[in-house]
């Protein structure tokens, strides 16, 4: 336990610390919806908010209910991560890093949302005028701690039923 707990901390701070640098360096280069072109046709560092969560999920409710939602969801997801990596023992080493990144990744939107009631998004990647919605450093920990806790899961179960 204590071998995850450590490198769940030390995962998690990492993301949380390159979240918060890049997002300040945005906030201070870019003026709010400014653009930097990095490669001409597919991708652009920018400056937005986004009130809501990925794609913009919830941006149109009335503030007070988005913040009071994605702080209180934010902080149950934590406290849950948090009691799973204490009281784990034998977990796989995908699962804590996926544990890790989730966390760090929520934790990074969540000062975001407290400091500026929105999250600071700049990567933003397109084809002509096909736009992924713009993301960052937090948002990328997320999606890639989601992706390899379901691969460990589904590669887990085929293994487990190999062996029944």
């Known amino acids: 336990m204590k071998k995850n707990l450590a490198f769940f ?3 998690a701070s990492v993301i949380i610390i390159l979240d918060q640098i890049t997002k300040s360096v945005i ?7 400014g653009t930097h072109k990095v490669i001409d046709g597919f ?8 009130p809501g969560a990925a794609f913009g999920f919830l941006a149109d409710m009335p503030e007070l209910f ?20 204490v009281k784990s023992e034998n977990e796989p080493f995908l699962i804590i890093l996926s544990l890790s990144l989730i966390f760090g990744g929520a934790v990074g939107n ?10 600071v998004d700049f990567l933003d990647f397109y084809i002509g005028s096909w736009h992924w919605p713009a993301f960052n450093v937090a948002d990328s920990a997320i999606t890639v701690g ?3 806790m379901l691969w460990e899961i589904i590669t887990r179960r085929k293994k487990q039923k ?3």
């Open 162 to 164: 190999i062996h029944n």
């Open 146 to 148: 989601a992706f390899l």
């Open 110 to 119: 969540l000062i975001d949302r407290i400091r500026f009631g929105a999250v």
């Open 9 to 11: 901390i030390v995962c």
């Open 27 to 33: 906030t201070k280069k870019l003026f709010m919806y």
């Open 43 to 50: 991708f652009n560092i920018v400056y937005v908010m986004n």
């Open 66 to 85: 988005r913040y009071a939602f994605f702080i209180g969801i934010t902080l149950l997801a934590m406290a849950l991560i948090i009691y799973y990596i």
